[in-house]
């Protein structure tokens, strides 16, 4: 299983991007597909969480009111839509799938650059 993350790149603070994570190989089994994010000299934390079967979403605190992590049955896809993007948004983001729903994510996409610009 490989997971592709896209749609990264550089914006101004307000602005906004939408990422996509492509899920390919053979069928996961997913529970949850979550985004996460790294800045640097900072810890990876979940941005948002998408329990697959319910549908239900998760987001931390700060993501709350301007992200929205949706996805496409058809295509495969997960996204996060990231609006109103602020500075302190910049990080490498990464989409993971959660294949049993315990606290480890097995698959990792390979990461894709935000950059927010005030």
């Known amino acids: 299983v490989q997971l592709q993350a896209s749609g990264g790149g550089s914006v101004q603070a307000g602005g906004s991007l939408r990422l996509s994570c492509a899920a390919s190989?053979?069928?996961?089994?997913?529970?949850?597909m979550g985004w996460f994010r790294q800045a640097p000299g900072k810890e990876r934390e979940l941005v948002a969480r998408l329990t697959w079967k319910s549908g239900v979403t998760y987001y931390t605190n700060s993501a709350k009111g301007r992200f929205t992590i949706s996805r496409d049955n058809a295509k495969n896809m997960v996204y996060l839509q990231m609006n109103s993007l602020k500075p302190e948004d910049t990080a490498v983001y990464y989409c993971?799938?959660?294949?049993?729903?315990?606290?480890?994510?097995?698959?990792w996409g390979q990461g894709t650059q935000v950059t927010v610009s005030s």
């Open positions: 993971a799938a959660n294949t049993e729903g315990g606290p480890t994510y097995d698959y």
């Open positions: 190989g053979r069928t996961l089994s997913r529970y949850y």
